[in-house]
């Protein structure tokens, strides 16, 4: 079982950074893929960002490449997720997930926990 809980979320104005964090307690983190995601108003929830289990490969949705930023720290059991040149478009809800692919290709079918998100509005 792996809890998620994310963090960092609000408001900002377009153009704008926000870091998002998300806390695993599992003391298995380091075998997990991990992704961010994210749903906007009356939108079907998209994937954003994953990073391997080692942190050394990610990979980006094409609408978020080069603004936005997957990490991870083992020895703090996160990931985090820096947002940068924020657009109203990236308001939405963004969850945490973790599972055991990782590919060039996340669905959300392919993570096995997830976080009950954050919501990041930006205003234009």
């Known amino acids: 079982q792996v809890l998620l809980v994310e963090s960092g979320g609000g408001l900002v104005q377009a153009g704008g950074s926000l870091k998002l964090s998300c806390d695993a307690s599992a003391r298995t983190f380091s075998r997990y893929t991990m992704g961010w995601f994210r749903q906007g108003t009356g939108k079907e929830r998209e994937f954003v960002a994953t990073?391997?289990?080692?942190?050394?490969?990610?990979v980006y949705a094409d609408s978020v490449k080069g603004r936005f930023t997957i990490s991870r720290d083992h020895a703090k059991n996160t990931v985090l997720l820096q947002m940068n040149s924020l657009q109203p478009e990236d308001t939405a809800i963004y969850y945490c997930?973790?599972?055991?692919?990782?590919?060039?290709?996340?669905?959300?079918?392919?993570?096995?926990?997830w976080g009950k998100g954050t919501l990041v509005t930006v205003s234009s």
């Open positions: 990073i391997n289990w080692s942190g050394g490969s990610t």
């Open positions: 997930a973790a599972g055991l692919k990782f590919g060039s290709v996340i669905r959300d079918g392919d993570m096995n926990y």
